[in-house]
C-alpha cells in the first residue's frame, strides 16, 4: 500500500504554465494535486521565453513608434542596462520562489526533482539520488514542454551556440550577431538584440523568406522592416558547416553554396523537440503497440494520451504539438482539469466543454516584431488544403485614415480568409504597428463564427485603425 501522503488525485509533471493551470484548475474542482518539477516552477515561458522576450521587444518596439511620429524624439539610442534590469525583475531574478509559493497556495504540493512514469498512475520523484514513488487516484498529466532542437550541421554543437535560452538571458549583447532560423523566435530575438547593440545583424533561413508559416506578406513586411533598420536578411541559406576555433571566440557559419557569415555569436532559433523521450512511456505503453514513437505524445480532445490504455495519461502545452504557445497550453489545462474532474465524479468526459475545440480552429498567434503579426485560425493555404471553399480578401492598413494617424510611413497589411458556403471568417492575419490590439476581436469572430452580416453591424470606431474590419468587408462586397 502506497503511503498516504503520497497518493494525489492529480500529479502533474512539469510546472511551466501548461501544467501549472492543469494543478490550479485540479484545486479548484475539489481535487487534490501534486506538481512536481525538475528545474523551475514557471517553465520556459517564464525565464526563457514569453516573458523576458517580451521585455526586451517593448523597448524597442516603443523606439520605432516614436521614430515614426514627427515632433517626438528619443534623446539617443535604447540603453540596454536598465532595459536588461527590467527583463531581470520580470523573472524574478531566475528564482523560482514565487511560482512555487503560488503553487502552494493553489493548495497543491510541490516536489522538486525529475518526474517519471513508473507504471499506471505511478510517478516516481527523483532529486538528489534519492527517490519516491506517487500515486495518482485519477490522472496523471505530462506537462514536460519543449527543449530548443539544434540541427546537426557538422560543427554546430561543438561551436556551442546560443539557443532562445541565453539569448532571453543575454547580460553582454553581442556586437555582431548571426541567427539560424527565420521563424517566430528567431525574428523577435533578432529585432529584440539588434535594438539593444548587436549592429551587425543577421537572419539566416533555409526558406523562401522568413515567417513561412504564415501568410506570404507577413513575412515579407517584416523582412522589409528588418533590411530597412539595418538587419540583413539572408533566404534560401542552407548551412554546410560552423567553425569556432577557439571558445567564446568568433563562430562563423558556412553555406553549401560557398558563401559564410562570421559574428560574435550565433543563436540557434530552429524549432523546439518535445520533452517525451524520458519520462517512462515505455513503462506504460502496452508492448503490443510496439516502440514508443518519437515525438510529441499524441492525446485526444480531451487531452489522454491516445497511445496508453486505461485513460488515467494525458499530456498538455508543449508535449502534446498541437500549439506551442502559453495560452493554448493552459486552455488545454483547464479542458483537461475539468475533464479528469467530471471523470472522477463519474459523469461523462464528452460535453463539449471538455473538449478541445480552439486549437484546431487556429491558434491566436502574435509575433512581437515591428511591425507586429497577428493570426488566428487558418492562412489561406491551410484552408484550402483543408477543402474549405475559400475566398480571401486583403487591405492595405495603410489606407486606414486611423492607422495612419498613428504613425507617418505606417506599412501594414490585413487579409481575411472567408468560408463561403458558411459566410464567416475561418482566418485573418494582420500585420502592422500594434495592431495586437486588434486580435481578440478577431479571435472572437473566427472562433464564434460570427455570420459576416452580423459583423457588418459591428461598426468600428472613427478614426481607428479598426476601421480596417469595414473596408474588408467593403472589400468583399458587403
Ligand atoms: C523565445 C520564446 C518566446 C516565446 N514567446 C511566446 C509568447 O510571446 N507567447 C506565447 O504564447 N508563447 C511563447 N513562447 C512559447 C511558450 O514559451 C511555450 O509554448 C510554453 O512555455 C509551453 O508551456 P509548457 O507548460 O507546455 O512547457 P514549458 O514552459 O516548457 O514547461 C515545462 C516544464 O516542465 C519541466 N520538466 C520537463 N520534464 C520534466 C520532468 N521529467 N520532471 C519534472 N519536470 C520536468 C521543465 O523543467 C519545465 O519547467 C515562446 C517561446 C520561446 C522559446
Not at 249 to 260: F, I, K, L, M, R
Request: one cysteine or more.
Amino acid at each position: 500500500m502506497p503511503d498516504e501522503n503520497d497518493v494525489f488525485d492529480v500529479i502533474v509533471i512539469g510546472a511551466g504554465p501548461a501544467g501549472e493551470t492543469a494543478a490550479a484548475r485540479a484545486v479548484r474542482n475539489g481535487l487534490t494535486a501534486a506538481v512536481i518539477e525538475r528545474r523551475r516552477a514557471g517553465g520556459e515561458c517564464h525565464y526563457y521565453g514569453c516573458i523576458p522576450s517580451k521585455a526586451l521587444l517593448w523597448p524597442m518596439e516603443l523606439a520605432a513608434e516614436v521614430s515614426r511620429m514627427p515632433g517626438v524624439e528619443l534623446r539617443g539610442p535604447i540603453d540596454p542596462v536598465p532595459v536588461l534590469e527590467r527583463r531581470d525583475r520580470f523573472v524574478d531574478h531566475q528564482d523560482d520562489a514565487p511560482q512555487v509559493r503560488a503553487i502552494e497556495g493553489f493548495p497543491a504540493t510541490f516536489f522538486r526533482g525529475q518526474g517519471r512514469l513508473a507504471g499506471p498512475s505511478r510517478v516516481e520523484v527523483a532529486a538528489n539520488g534519492n527517490s519516491r514513488t506517487l500515486t495518482a487516484r485519477h490522472a496523471v498529466i505530462l506537462a514536460t514542454g519543449s527543449d530548443p532542437w539544434v540541427p546537426g550541421v557538422p560543427g554546430l554543437r561543438e561551436a556551442r551556440p546560443w539557443t532562445n535560452r541565453e539569448a532571453t538571458d543575454v547580460h553582454h549583447v553581442p556586437k555582431r550577431l548571426v541567427v539560424l532560423g527565420g521563424g517566430p523566435v528567431g525574428c523577435e530575438m533578432a529585432q529584440a538584440l539588434h535594438a539593444l547593440g548587436a549592429e551587425e545583424t543577421t537572419v539566416l533561413t533555409d526558406g523562401e523568406r522568413l515567417l513561412p508559416r504564415h501568410e506570404p506578406f507577413a513575412g515579407d513586411l517584416v523582412a522589409k522592416s528588418f533590411r530597412e533598420s539595418g538587419i540583413n536578411v539572408r533566404t534560401g541559406f542552407l548551412a554546410a558547416r560552423v567553425e569556432r576555433p577557439i571558445e567564446g571566440g568568433p563562430v562563423t557559419v558556412h553555406a553549401e553554396d560557398g558563401s559564410q557569415y562570421e559574428a560574435d555569436e550565433m543563436l540557434v532559433a530552429t524549432g523546439r523537440r518535445a520533452n517525451a523521450g524520458d519520462i517512462g512511456l515505455g513503462t506504460v505503453t502496452p508492448e503490443s503497440s510496439g516502440p514508443v514513437p518519437e515525438g510529441p505524445v499524441q492525446v485526444d480532445a480531451s487531452m489522454r494520451a491516445t497511445s496508453v490504455p486505461g485513460g488515467w495519461l494525458y499530456a498538455i502545452g508543449d508535449v502534446n504539438g498541437r500549439n506551442l504557445l502559453t495560452h493554448m497550453g493552459k486552455y488545454q489545462a483547464r479542458v483537461c482539469a475539468d475533464a479528469i474532474a467530471a471523470r472522477a465524479r463519474g459523469l461523462s468526459e464528452d460535453g463539449p466543454e471538455l473538449r478541445d475545440t480552439a486549437d484546431d480552429i487556429g491558434a491566436p498567434q502574435v509575433i512581437f516584431t515591428d511591425p507586429q503579426v497577428c493570426a488566428v485560425g487558418r492562412t489561406e493555404a491551410v484552408a484550402r488544403a483543408n477543402g474549405v471553399n475559400v475566398r480571401a480578401v486583403e487591405y492595405d492598413m495603410a489606407s486606414v485614415i486611423g492607422a495612419a494617424l498613428q504613425a507617418d510611413g505606417y506599412t501594414g497589411r490585413v487579409k481575411a480568409v472567408v468560408d463561403e458556403d458558411r459566410r464567416t471568417l475561418v482566418g485573418l492575419t494582420l500585420v502592422g504597428p500594434a495592431v495586437v490590439d486588434h486580435l481578440h476581436a478577431a479571435t472572437i469572430a473566427v472562433t464564434a463564427q460570427v455570420p459576416l452580416d452580423q459583423l457588418w453591424e459591428a461598426v468600428p470606431v472613427f478614426p481607428t485603425a479598426s476601421e480596417f474590419w469595414l473596408k474588408l468587408l467593403e472589400a468583399y462586397g458587403l
